[in-house]
């Protein structure tokens, strides 16, 4: 889609599966602009300004035994598959070359930062493990899952939602 103005577009719902470039335009009513009229003013606006040109990755990981993760996507902009690894007991990594823009890859679940954990809770309020993903690289995110005593641990993952988000 790059370069490419809203009324190019063929088809609307193209928006929600491939991600605007940064230089593609949008025609937006700017109402406090009256200079042309006193309805506002059409304005063409760079998707870049406009935080459009976001990747992002969503996926629902479940994890057993010795296996890698497995994921089921429900979104990715992000170029590329992601591609899930078991490095050892509790330790994967999610890889996908020169995705993870250092300072500009944001992890919203799980977890919030590199050293803090996300408790996993049964239906009794439980702690049934702990996970964390965070920035390793600009090729790789490193996932780890902890039982209830935080020691690392496989089949911790049923379930777990990731998201991620890169920009530019």
Not at 37 to 56: F, I, N
Not at 70 to 88: I, K, P, R
Not at 113 to 140: C, F
């Given at each position: 889609?790059?370069n490419?103005k809203?009324?190019?577009?063929?088809?609307?719902?193209?928006?929600?599966?491939?991600?605007?470039?940064?230089?593609?335009?949008?025609?937006?009513?700017?109402?406090?602009?009256?200079?042309?009229?006193?309805?506002?003013?059409?304005k063409?606006?760079?998707?870049?300004?406009?935080?459009?040109?976001?990747k992002?990755?969503?996926?629902v990981?479940?994890q057993?035994g010795?296996?890698?993760?497995?994921?089921?996507v429900?979104?990715?902009s992000?170029g590329?598959?992601v591609?899930y690894?078991?490095?050892?007991?509790?330790i994967?990594t999610?890889t996908?070359?020169s995705a993870?823009?250092?300072?500009k890859?944001?992890?919203?679940?799980?977890?919030i930062?590199?050293?803090?954990?996300t408790e996993?809770?049964d239906?009794?309020?439980?702690?049934?493990?702990?996970?964390?993903l965070?920035?390793?690289?600009a090729?790789?995110?490193t996932?780890k899952?902890?039982?209830?005593t935080?020691?690392?641990?496989?089949?911790?993952?049923?379930?777990?939602t990731?998201?991620v988000?890169v920009?530019p």
């Amino acid at each position: 889609m790059a370069n490419n103005k809203i009324s190019v577009v063929a088809d609307a719902l193209t928006l929600l599966t491939v991600p605007p470039a940064a230089t593609d335009e949008f025609m937006v009513l700017d109402k406090s602009d009256t200079t042309v009229g006193s309805g506002g003013t059409l304005k063409a606006v760079a998707a870049s300004t406009m935080g459009l040109d976001v990747k992002r990755y969503v996926a629902v990981v479940t994890q057993t035994g010795t296996n890698a993760p497995t994921a089921t996507v429900l979104e990715n902009s992000l170029g590329g598959t992601v591609v899930y690894g078991y490095t050892s007991t509790g330790i994967y990594t999610l890889t996908l070359a020169s995705a993870f823009t250092q300072n500009k890859t944001i992890i919203l679940s799980p977890g919030i930062a590199p050293g803090y954990w996300t408790e996993l809770v049964d239906d009794a309020a439980s702690i049934t493990g702990k996970v964390q993903l965070a920035w390793t690289s600009a090729n790789v995110l490193t996932l780890k899952t902890r039982d209830g005593t935080s020691t690392l641990a496989n089949d911790i993952l049923s379930v777990v939602t990731i998201k991620v988000e890169v920009y530019p």
